[in-house]
């Protein structure tokens, strides 16, 4: 086993809003698929079950749209509390279909936006939330045992601007733990997932 090293900053793709949406359509047949049974589920986020997880996803949805046409982050909170037990898809759908439309706002990528680690390129802080969608995506499939469903490429594309981004120490004011060690020929997901301080052999428990 060896441990990632950080590559050198680059910019991301000049465009990586497809790569915005490749992460939203992976998780809506996801987000869908919930029950109202799952939403106590644990998720490898500790702090969140699968409903706790949802609002989070719905948020992230949000704040990326309100970023880019110029808001502050924290104007979203990292938690929706308007949705109802049983609108989860709903809340996902909507947010989605505002995101799309302002990621096809003339100028997008030109623009620098508020990103919670600070002002950036519009288009580094789309695929670093590329990569924290990609991220949880993994996290919501892992609860509900569908981590089958994702897509390696997604992952592989989200790669290379999180290591640029998200430095492998120090991390003590970050959401994310300690990089871990994964092999450098393991699947994408498991590279990606390192890099975030995650443990991709990490499976709910029997139901």
Not at 54 to 65: G, T
Not at 68 to 91: I, L, N
């Amino acid at each position: 086993m060896t441990t990632q090293t950080p590559a050198t900053p680059t910019s991301p793709a000049a465009d990586p809003r497809p790569t915005v949406r490749r992460a939203i359509e992976q998780l809506t047949p996801i987000v869908q698929g919930v029950t109202e049974a799952d939403l106590g589920r644990p998720t490898p986020c500790t702090d969140w079950t699968v409903r706790g997880l949802l609002a989070h996803l719905v948020a992230v949805e949000r704040r990326i749209a309100h970023i880019v046409e110029g808001g502050h982050p924290f104007d979203v909170p990292s938690q929706v509390t308007d949705v109802e037990q049983d609108a989860w898809a709903a809340a996902w759908r909507t947010s989605a279909a505002r995101l799309a439309e302002v990621l096809e706002q003339p100028g997008v990528l030109e623009r620098d936006v508020a990103h919670p680690l600070g002002t950036v390129p519009a288009p580094l802080a789309l695929a670093v939330y590329a990569g924290e969608l990609a991220a949880h995506g993994w996290d919501l499939a892992a609860a509900l045992d569908r981590v089958d469903a994702l897509d390696q490429d997604l992952a592989a594309a989200c790669l290379g601007p999180i290591r640029g981004f998200l430095p492998a120490e120090p991390r003590d004011a970050m959401p994310f733990g300690p990089v871990v060690p994964v092999a450098d020929d393991a699947p994408a997901y498991d590279r990606l997932l390192g890099w975030y301080g995650r443990d991709a052999g990490w499976r709910p428990p029997a139901r």
